[in-house]
């Protein structure tokens, strides 16, 4: 069973209804006690990084996603500020973020217009199981106006250009992420969500 957590500033329902689209278990997840039966987790991610970490912490998320995500080694996957609050420290908000990969989060440059909202471009870098059945390069949806800078190149998974080259999705161990929104880029957002149920139902066999 997939988990997508639940909280004052996600994207639960989307995800969710993508998931249910490809007939894949799921379940809402409003309470930390309820990630102690999944197999695998989603963080989706709408709005800053600073109210993300304030909503997760106020839940009482962070510790038990601490246990699940760096303890126990399940499968986790964060969506678009899911992914930014991953890294040490955000420019946005100068918010303190969960440090589970060493890295910044910046701004995009001045040149170029914010939020970037539409289709953009993602090379991946090598095959990994997230990316199984999906050519590169191949296109997603994002929204975002900030940008994850690992100080890691090799968990770089897939880079995208605005303004800039910039990490759109990484693959650290069980950790993964992604820039875009994969619930809302069609085809291949979907394609990627099987892959990642694919992951979450090896990893509990």
């Known amino acids: 069973m997939i988990g997508v957590i639940d909280y004052k500033a996600g994207n639960a329902p989307s995800v969710i209804n993508a998931l249910r689209k490809l007939d894949i278990a799921c379940q809402f997840v409003s309470t930390p006690e309820q990630l102690r039966d999944l197999s695998g987790v989603i963080l989706p991610g709408v709005g800053s990084a600073p109210a993300t970490i304030d909503s997760l912490d106020e839940l009482g998320f962070i510790s038990a996603l601490e246990d699940f995500v760096l303890r126990e ?32 989060v910046k701004r995009f440059p001045p040149e170029v217009r914010v939020p970037q ?12 199981p997230l990316t199984a059945g999906i050519n590169s390069p191949a296109y ?20 995208a250009e605005y303004g800039l080259p910039f990490c759109a ?11 875009y929104h994969v619930e809302k880029s069609g085809i ?3 394609r990627m969500l099987q892959n990642f149920a694919a992951i979450v139902g090896d990893r509990a066999c």
């Open 117 to 128: 909202i539409g289709w953009n471009r993602v090379d991946f870098a090598y095959s990994h």
């Open 140 to 159: 997603f949806y994002f929204v975002n106006s900030y940008y994850a800078a690992p100080e890691e190149n090799g968990i770089v998974l897939g880079t």
């Open 169 to 179: 999705a990484l693959a650290s161990g069980n950790i993964l992420a992604t820039q």
């Open 73 to 104: 080694q399940k499968p986790f996957l964060g969506i678009c500020v899911g992914m930014q609050i991953l890294f040490e420290h955000s420019e946005e908000g100068n918010a303190a973020c969960l440090g589970w990969l060493r890295g910044t």
């Open 188 to 190: 291949v957002g979907l």
